[in-house]
């Protein structure tokens, strides 16, 4: 069975700092997904990553994937507080539809 | 146009009422998915439609019914449903899952309150 866990939850940071939220997956997957989430809003989608050292830049943030490890992570560099948000991981399942959502980060940045 | 669109964005609801969500997408995607999502919680999958056919469903309760009738066209049909299903429900699409345009992108939901 697909899990995903994502760590921290939460996560409260100053502007200017660097973090990195993770993602860990349990089985085999061909795809990995990072959404970003403003309250009472819907998801905006940020990246999708589909093989092993994959790497993806957007402005202040960036993804990698690690399929031997099962492991993505979302790098966030010199946070402005625009950034806060929760921000989730989902992985696909190998050969299917299905789409497994991590419990999300919620990130708080302080001005 | 990158956009999916949902319908209607607000709904409340009596546990009796018959009611259905809908979605639509102008891309040419394959895939479509239903999604509930709870305050605070990430999204849980419903169903999955893949060329018109119901690939995953995710052991939802009958009350709530999908329904496809063409390839830009999802509704969510609902009954008898329970104040616990109160939730923002997402819908969203992808091209397809191979060979390997796998973005997806999601529509702005509708918030629903069953009374």
């Known amino acids: 069975e697909l899990k995903v866990e994502q760590n921290p939850l939460f996560l409260s940071m100053q502007e200017g700092k660097n973090y990195t939220i993770y993602c860990n997956y349990s089985?085999?997957?061909?795809?990995l997904y990072w959404y970003r989430q403003d309250p009472g809003k819907s998801l905006e989608s940020l990246f999708v990553l589909l093989s092993n050292g994959a790497v993806k830049q957007e402005g202040r943030l960036m993804a990698s994937l690690d399929t031997k490890a099962r492991l993505s992570t979302l790098h966030i560099t010199a946070a402005v507080h625009d950034l806060s948000a929760t921000y989730f991981c989902?992985?696909?399942?190998?050969?299917?539809?299905?789409?497994?959502f991590g419990k999300g980060t919620r990130l708080h940045i302080l001005p | 146009d990158t956009e999916v669109t949902q319908t209607p964005k607000h709904l409340v609801m009596g546990m009796t009422n018959k009611k259905s969500l809908k979605c639509e997408q102008h891309?040419?995607?394959?895939?479509m998915y239903w999604y509930k999502q709870k305050a605070k919680k990430p999204p849980e999958l419903m169903f999955v439609y893949s060329y018109e056919k119901l690939s995953i469903n995710e052991s939802v309760p009958s009350r709530f019914s999908p329904e496809c009738p063409n390839s830009s066209l999802l509704n969510l049909h609902l009954h008898a449903l329970q104040p616990e299903d109160s939730a923002l429900y997402l819908c969203?699409?992808?091209?397809?899952?191979?060979?390997?345009?796998?973005?997806?992108?999601f529509g702005p939901g509708t918030r629903l309150t069953v009374t």
């Open positions: 089985t085999t997957s061909d795809r």
């Open positions: 989902a992985v696909g399942g190998n050969r299917d539809d299905k789409i497994i």
């Open positions: 969203a699409s992808s091209q397809d899952r191979l060979p390997g345009s796998y973005e997806q992108y």
């Open positions: 891309m040419g995607h394959r895939a």
